[in-house]
């Protein structure tokens, strides 16, 4: 195993002498834009579509505003950090035509390299720099002094300093404080869109759909069962991520435990080992992300999903549980 990078073993003078145009000002970008320049990176621009809607929260912060083909010309490194799913419209219709010769790309993910919705030319850098959880808690964690656990990979070094701009990167966001590991473009597609979908997400939410409605069924009240299968989610992820899975059973009660593994077994059985393969497949073989991607494509992918969501049994308890718990609906 690869010992980790910290702070005091990274120079952060590669990204500090970038003029650095970020692309995006979501949860990454914000985050990612607002930390560089604590860090001391002093030339950074936002690059917007046109009628974006976060123009007015990025001037609001105090940075430069410009176009996506403008950044393309200006800057000596671009952080590509939209949506992924729209990596490839961004990159051909305006970062490619218009882009500074030598210019280094810098990704959070590794998706649109891994899957060839970019095709970069060869004299541009190419680089991971991704910080492992969600884009709000890389400003929240490095406003405590820490950061995320970050990982970099190097998909082309033509200047022969790539992997230095990706460990300044990710240093001058806070991940040198806990710890900096390398990977693959490949590695970290695969690892975040599997654990993604059959657990943080797609897994949870259908344990969780499924255990209120069959609780609902048995007579048991809304608010109780949402309670027990949903509320109570995050007291035990807390518990896992501060203490790991063995820690997390010493922690609970002896029932709970007991409970937990007579029913471990049978929800991973061979039905969901079938359900994990297949969705393994899809990520390996890339019909997840063509998918993915064509379906955004041709327009407003998930509004449907969406809208049905916010008429189910579970949405209504979970919104009355909250306004009594919080005093609003959140």
Same mark, same amino acid.
């Given at each position: 195993?690869?010992e980790?990078?910290?702070?005091?073993d990274?120079?952060?003078?590669?990204?500090r002498?970038?003029?650095?145009?970020?692309?995006?000002?979501?949860?990454?970008?914000?985050?990612?834009?607002?930390?560089?320049?604590d860090?001391?990176v002093?030339?950074v621009?936002?690059?917007?579509?046109?009628?974006?809607?976060?123009?007015a929260?990025?001037?609001?912060?105090?940075?430069?505003?410009?176009?996506?083909d403008?950044?393309?010309?200006?800057?000596d490194?671009?952080?590509?950090?939209?949506?992924?799913?729209?990596?490839?419209?961004?990159?051909?219709?305006?970062?490619?035509?218009h882009? #500074?010769?030598?210019?280094? &790309? *810098?990704?959070?993910h =590794?998706?649109?390299?891994? +899957?060839?919705? %970019?095709?970069?030319? @060869?004299?541009?850098?190419?680089?991971?720099?991704?910080?492992?959880?969600?884009?709000?808690?890389?400003r929240?964690?490095f406003?405590k002094g820490?950061?995320?656990?970050g990982?970099?990979?190097?998909?082309?070094?033509a200047?022969?300093t790539?992997?230095?701009?990706?460990?300044?990167?990710?240093?001058?966001?806070g991940?040198?404080?806990?710890?900096?590991?390398p990977?693959?473009?490949?590695?970290?597609?695969?690892?975040?869109?599997f654990?993604?979908?059959a657990v943080?997400?797609?897994?949870?939410?259908?344990l969780?759909?499924?255990?209120?409605?069959?609780?609902?069924?048995?007579?048991?009240?809304?608010r109780?069962?949402?309670?027990?299968?949903v509320?109570?989610? #995050?007291?035990?992820?807390? &518990? *896992?991520?501060?203490? =790991?899975?063995?820690?997390? +059973?010493?922690? %609970?009660?002896?029932? @709970?435990?007991?409970?937990?593994r007579?029913?471990?077994?049978?929800?991973?059985?061979?039905?969901?080992?079938?359900t994990?393969?297949?969705?393994?497949?899809a990520?390996?073989?890339?019909?997840?992300a063509?998918?993915?991607?064509e379906?955004h494509e041709?327009?407003?992918?998930?509004?449907?999903?969406?809208?049905?969501?916010?008429?189910?049994?579970?949405?209504?308890?979970?919104?009355?549980l909250?306004?009594?718990?919080?005093?609003?609906?959140?």
């Open positions: 195993m690869t980790p990078l910290y702070t005091p990274i120079d952060l003078a590669p990204i002498n970038c003029r650095l145009a970020i692309v995006g000002y979501g949860n990454h970008g914000r985050s990612h834009a607002l930390c560089l320049r860090s001391g002093r030339k621009r936002i690059a917007l579509r046109d009628g974006s809607p976060s123009r929260r990025a001037e609001a912060d105090g940075f430069e505003v410009v176009s996506l403008d950044a393309a010309g200006w800057a490194a671009i952080a590509l950090l939209a949506a992924d799913e729209a990596h490839r419209q961004i990159w051909t219709g305006h970062i490619a035509p882009r #500074k010769p030598g210019q280094a &790309l *810098i990704l959070c =590794g998706f649109s390299i891994h +899957y060839g919705l %970019i095709d970069p030319p @060869a004299d541009a850098d190419v680089i991971l720099a991704a910080a492992k959880g969600p884009g709000g808690a890389v929240q964690e406003e820490r950061g995320l656990i990982f970099w990979a190097v998909h082309q070094d200047s022969g790539a992997r230095e701009l990706a460990l300044a990167y990710l240093a001058g966001i991940s040198g404080e806990v710890g900096i590991f990977t693959t473009f490949r590695e970290e597609t695969v690892s975040d869109l654990g993604e979908q943080l997400v797609g897994g949870m939410v259908a969780a759909k499924a255990s209120f409605d069959r609780l609902v069924a048995a007579g048991v009240s809304p109780m069962a949402y309670i027990d299968c509320h109570e989610i #995050k007291y035990l992820a807390d &518990l *896992i991520q501060a203490r =790991g899975i063995a820690g997390m +059973y010493e922690a %609970i009660s002896d029932t @709970a435990e007991f409970g937990a007579q029913i471990e077994d049978r929800i991973a059985g061979p039905e969901l080992r079938r994990f393969d297949q969705a393994m497949a990520i390996e073989d890339g019909s997840f063509r998918l993915w991607v379906t041709a327009g407003d992918a998930m509004k449907a999903d969406r809208a049905a969501d916010k008429t189910l049994p579970i949405e209504d308890a979970g919104a009355e909250r306004s009594r718990i919080y005093g609003a609906t959140k």
